[in-house]
């Protein structure tokens, strides 16, 4: 039987699959911290990207390594969550040929107070970055150069003594890949971070 043409032409593509293994004992702890980072697209300088087929281990095809930077006197914004209420997911999306993946989140603020309502004023008509740490510290980015977020906000202000009063903003945007991972750095106000596990970067002496 001929081979097959289209393996003849990409016979030098890359091949990355590999195993993938769960050992007992091991941990894949579910959900986002009480936590999360934003900025604004316009305020990033350079925007990195995944290494994608240019990845040398199939670990490292959805990383980020290097920094996003910011232009100067730009920070990323912290803001609260609510405990276990806010859920990221991933699904592709597309047709034969240009399929791409749909990263979602579900964000929900606690209160409905002048800062919350101001943020989301102001997220109903911007393209902003969200940087979001997993459970277990690892940072995930939902926003892509090439692509602009798509934003839904919402509050619910309860009329009960035990409803929730809340503020919930719904992040979509399409990307070349699952929520990628960030390893590089960020600076808030409270210093400059890691995106391999959430914590200040620890400072050298000369």
């Known amino acids: 039987m001929a081979e097959n043409q289209s393996q003849v032409r990409c016979a030098d593509d890359a091949a990355l699959y590999e195993d993938i293994d ?3 004992g ?3 702890l579910p959900g986002t911290r009480n936590h999360g980072y934003y900025v604004p697209r316009r305020d990033i300088k350079t925007f990195p990207r995944p290494a994608g087929s240019a990845a040398e281990k199939m670990e490292d095809v959805a990383v980020i390594k290097s ?5 100067a006197d730009k ?3 912290r803001f609260a969550l609510v405990p276990n209420e806010s859920e990221p997911t991933a699904e592709g999306q597309g047709s034969y040929g240009s399929k791409t993946m749909l990263n979602k989140i579900t964000l929900v603020l606690p209160g409905t107070g002048k800062k919350a309502t101001g943020f989301i004023s ?4 911007d393209d902003v970055v969200f940087l979001i740490p997993m459970a277990d510290g690892k940072c995930r980015l939902f926003g892509s150069p090439l692509y602009q977020a798509e ?3 919402s ?3 309860g009329k009960a003594a035990t409803d929730a009063n809340t ?3 719904e992040v979509s945007v399409t990307d070349e890949f699952a929520a990628p991972f960030y390893e590089g750095e960020f600076t808030t106000s409270e210093g400059t971070f890691l995106g391999t596990n959430d914590e200040l970067k620890p400072v050298t002496n000369p």
């Open 22 to 24: 769960f050992c007992m």
């Open 26 to 28: 091991d941990k894949s």
């Open 67 to 71: 920094n996003i930077e910011l232009y």
């Open 75 to 77: 920070l990323w914004k």
């Open 122 to 125: 102001q997220l109903n008509n």
């Open 151 to 153: 934003i839904a906000v």
């Open 155 to 157: 509050q619910a202000y």
């Open 167 to 169: 503020t919930t903003v």
